[in-house]
């Protein structure tokens, strides 16, 4: 393909060299002349290991080159990739400035071209920016609509400072959002030899997701070195926890626990926690990142209740009572503590779960139960269709199979709040609210 790399720093010179490698012919754009220098002498503008072995080569076949002038650079392209820099505010939004002004530049090269265009936002955006700045700006400046004279995806990059080179040819997956298939497939033909899963979507994911990624990265560093600091302090080597800690790769270093639902609670993770934040805090230490966990947690229950309330009706039923489905154990369930706001408010509750047989229950359960919710029997239904009948909102707490040969029992006039994913809007005959979809 004729590609146009807008912005030659990290992510902008390393594409532009690794796709001129890949065969493809590429010019890349920068006001900065020195980095258009730079590129056309056959060096690197950034200090990145191999990069300028690369763009050498680029330079000796033909196959790259570069320019201060975007018209030229859209003449010559099919296909353009934004990789200008995103900086942050003082106050810490993104500063779009260098986004908008190539998406101009770009729109009004366009408006004397005939041929079909593609605009690839490669740089790090909030979701809605390619919708709320980069297609207005283009249709704008091109007066040309978007799907029509132009199509613009989203390709977030996964590149390390240190090891481009290596992540480019070596990415977790290669991801595309678009709104349209045919632009979408088309700059995937960009990666046909890169050994990755090529993964489509919408335009707002593919922004999400790199922030997701950096957000993740950013904890997890965060988290090492609050458990190392503790370590240091209870005389263990936190190198080799670490290391025993990333060697499960079934519940530690997997999908388990990374999809988005309602609170955990349960016999060990509270106060395993407590525990950890009271030892730290004995050493003087403070940890604030495991420390906030416990809090950020107590949030997920309050912005579910506030939900409720904001419903306005008092009839509510609760799907679910044990800290996760399929058990019957009761101690620290964010449910019970939902439950206990809600009739601290007044409400009229109902709830129902299988695993919950009131008469059977003894030991630490029992114990719990009378210490804590000594009312709840009387809250209790003997079936889901009893729960369902009696409230006006439904709030399916815990997954229950059941569910699935009752939605014939829900009315027009209800709300449903799914805090699990347990059904599919399109099967609720009232209103219903998906607090994670």
Known sequence: MEIAIFGLGYVGAVTAACFGQEGHRVIGVDTDTYKVACINEGRSPIVERHLEEFIRRGRETGRL?????????????????????????????????????????????LAQRQEPYTVVMRSTVLPGTCEGLVVPTLEASSGKRHGEGFHVCMNPEFLREGSAIHDFYHPPLTVIGAQSFEAADRLAQLYTDIPAECVKTDLRTAEMLKYANNAFHALKITFANEIGAWCKQEGVDSHVVMRLLTMDTKLNISAAYLTPGFAFGGSCLPKDLRALVYRAHQHDLSLPTLESILVSNRLQIERTAETIVQMGKKRVGVVGLAFKAGTDDL?????????????????????????????AIYGSNKAYIEREIPHIQALMCDSLAELIEQSEVIVLAN???????????????????????????????????????
Not at 332 to 359: F, M, Q, T, W
Not at 401 to 430: K, M, W, Y
């Open 65 to 109: 080159t570069a320019t201060t002038c975007a018209d030229e650079a859209v003449v010559q392209s099919e296909i353009a990739l934004i990789c200008v820099g995103t900086p942050s505010r003082r106050n810490g939004s993104l500063n779009l400035e260098y986004v908008e002004r190539v998406c101009r530049q770009i729109g009004a090269a």
């Open 331 to 359: 101690r620290e369930s964010p449910i019970v503590a939902l439950c206990e706001h809600l009739i601290g408010k007044g409400y009229s509750l109902r709830i129902y779960d299988p695993n919950v047989s009131l008469a």
């Open 399 to 437: 997954r229950d199979e059941s569910i699935a040969d009752h939605l014939h029992c829900f009315r027009a006039d209800q709300t449903v709040i799914d805090l699990t994913r347990s059904v599919s809007p399109e099967n609720i005959r009232g209103r219903y609210i998906g607090l994670y979809w």
